[in-house]
């Protein structure tokens, strides 16, 4: 079975970040569909890994928007680098999506750069129902409130 165009259910939850932060990080094990979900619900949005980059600064400059970054956690810089992009404009939100895998320093630099900017969601491996394309039991609803 592919997994790539599977519906996840924490899509909700990452639309709702986006509409109230510049900034969301998918943070998760490698391999759980980060970038997978990030290109499914902005597949608009430019694309770039910082796996394969040299030159982020003159990237970021060119494309100040709707930019998903994947493996952000390789750059450390980037997270101030945002800082500044985000304060010249702090009022847009839905700008940015970063992946990560699992980083306790990634946590400590985004809270001293990022404060107040940006949402963070974990992303786990695909539950049940979203393998087999089913709702959630009705159970679930109590944790898809609005903010």
Known sequence: MNMSD???NIEKKLEELLSFFPVVIILGVRQCGKTTLSKMIRPSWHYFDLERSK?????????PHLL?????????????????VIDR?????N???????????LLKNVSESLAGRVGLVELGT???NEIYSLAL?????????DF
């Open 55 to 63: 030159d982020f600064e003159f990237f970021i400059r060119e494309h």
């Open 95 to 105: 700008r940015f999506i970063l992946t990560v895998s699992s980083s306790p320093n």
């Open 89 to 93: 404009d702090r009022k847009q939100k």
């Open 6 to 8: 599977q519906k996840r």
């Open 68 to 84: 998903i970054i994947d493996e952000a956690q390789r750059y450390p810089a980037l997270f101030q680098e945002l800082r500044s």
């Open 126 to 128: 695909f539950k049940v």
């Open 137 to 145: 039991p009705e159970f679930y609803s109590i944790f898809n409130k």
